[in-house]
């Protein structure tokens, strides 16, 4: 049961223009999102998170948008840079008594072109 | 700027022998979560715990596999007679707690690889 779903495996964006990464939900008590960036042989690197009682979130080239009525969120990263392409995973949490679990999607991979 | 450091980065054992995986929190962290990535997949949780406490272990396999989180030393992912399907990428993280704005931090990782 994939709880959190992110069902492009690869995009491929050319640079300078704007990346948007879908991730999709099932379970309504998430209450906190984030979004985690991944090189091969490395460990996922926090980008930006959001919780559910906003709608967007902003941090420099990144911004994270949340739509709870249809379960959605996405990352948008502009302008998209060479050093964007890696795996991005949206992950999940919610208050299950053990709020710091994490669910990661599946991934997707980004590739910028120059 | 220590990171979560993670050892060995990779491990080889035979079937049947057991594998032992260290983590070191972030400075400051006092939360380690342990969490496996099968190839082409996301990252799955297995534990959760705080110094010297399991506090969410719902993701372990019921067999095999154990976890601590001593007062002094890092964490230790323990797995026993492991098998072909324990190979996986193991990948620690830490937090300084559970707030919505201590989100975790992850190490390199471990490759265990069985033979």
């Known amino acids: 049961d994939q709880q959190v779903k992110q069902n492009s495996p690869s995009l491929s964006v050319q640079e300078g223009r704007i990346s948007i990464l879908n991730c999709d939900y099932t379970?309504?008590?998430?209450?906190?999102f984030l979004w985690y960036k991944k090189y091969p042989a490395e460990g996922p690197t926090f980008l930006i998170s959001?919780?559910?009682?906003?709608d967007k979130n902003e941090d420099g080239r990144f911004t994270v948008f949340l739509n709870k009525s249809a379960k959605h969120l996405s990352l948008h990263i502009v302008p998209s840079q060479p050093g964007d392409s890696a795996v991005y995973f949206c992950?999940?949490?919610?208050?299950?008594?053990?709020?710091?679990?994490?669910?990661f999607g599946t991934g997707t991979r980004l590739q910028v072109t120059l | 700027n220590a990171g979560v450091m993670q050892n060995p980065r990779h491990l080889v054992r035979r079937r049947g022998q057991e594998a032992r995986l260290r983590c070191s929190p972030m400075?400051?962290?006092?939360?380690v979560y342990w969490y496996r990535q099968l190839p082409e997949e996301g990252l799955k949780f297995m534990v959760y715990l705080q110094k010297e406490n399991i506090i969410d272990e719902s993701g372990m396999p019921k067999e095999r596999f154990s976890a601590e989180f001593p007062k002094e030393g890092p964490s230790i992912l323990r797995i026993q007679q492991v098998v072909r399907g324990d190979s996986a990428a193991y990948f620690c993280?830490?937090?300084?707690?559970?707030?919505?704005?201590?989100?975790?931090?992850f190490g390199d990782g471990t490759r265990l690889s069985i033979l």
């Open positions: 959001i919780s559910s009682i906003k």
């Open positions: 400075k400051g962290h006092s939360h």
């Open positions: 379970n309504s008590m998430f209450d906190y």
């Open positions: 993280a830490s937090s300084q707690g559970q707030g919505m704005d201590q989100p975790q931090h």
């Open positions: 992950a999940a949490s919610g208050y299950t008594g053990t709020a710091s679990k994490l669910t």
